[in-house]
């Protein structure tokens, strides 16, 4: 069963950093295109940060100048770096993974990874 697995959330004081991850599991399949999303409680989810197959970036233009996407091609993983964490950021973080198998393309999406931000 393909999966999405994600870590690197956790409890962090305003101005910390975090580093997510979000790596591909039961699958040869290589991720092409990636990205981050969070729903803080009562809120829908919203985008934070997507990178494409030729490494084109795009973010929310709250996390701008704060967070850094990136994939790693050799361990298969679509990364999020946070830094100057603010309370606002607290939310369950989502990564959102294309995979290209040998019968084609497939999106999936992770289990959620709680991050919060204290002020």
């Known amino acids: 069963q393909v999966r999405l697995v994600e870590s690197g959330g956790g409890l962090v004081q305003t101005g910390g950093s975090l580093r997510l991850s979000c790596a591909a599991s039961?699958?040869?399949?290589?991720?092409?295109?990636g990205g981050w999303y969070r729903q803080a409680p009562g809120k829908q989810r919203e985008l934070v940060a997507t990178?494409?197959?030729?490494?084109?970036?795009n973010y929310a233009d709250s996390v701008k100048g704060r967070f850094t996407v990136s994939k790693d091609n050799v361990e298969n993983t679509v990364n999020l770096q946070m830094n100057s964490l603010k309370p606002e950021d607290t939310a369950v973080y989502y990564c959102?993974?294309?995979?290209?198998?040998?019968?084609?393309?497939?999106?999936?999406w992770g289990q959620g990874t709680q991050v919060t931000v204290s002020s």
């Open positions: 990178i494409n197959s030729a490494g084109n970036t």
């Open positions: 039961g699958t040869t399949g290589k991720i092409t295109d």
């Open positions: 959102n993974a294309r995979i290209a198998h040998t019968f084609g393309y497939r999106d999936y």
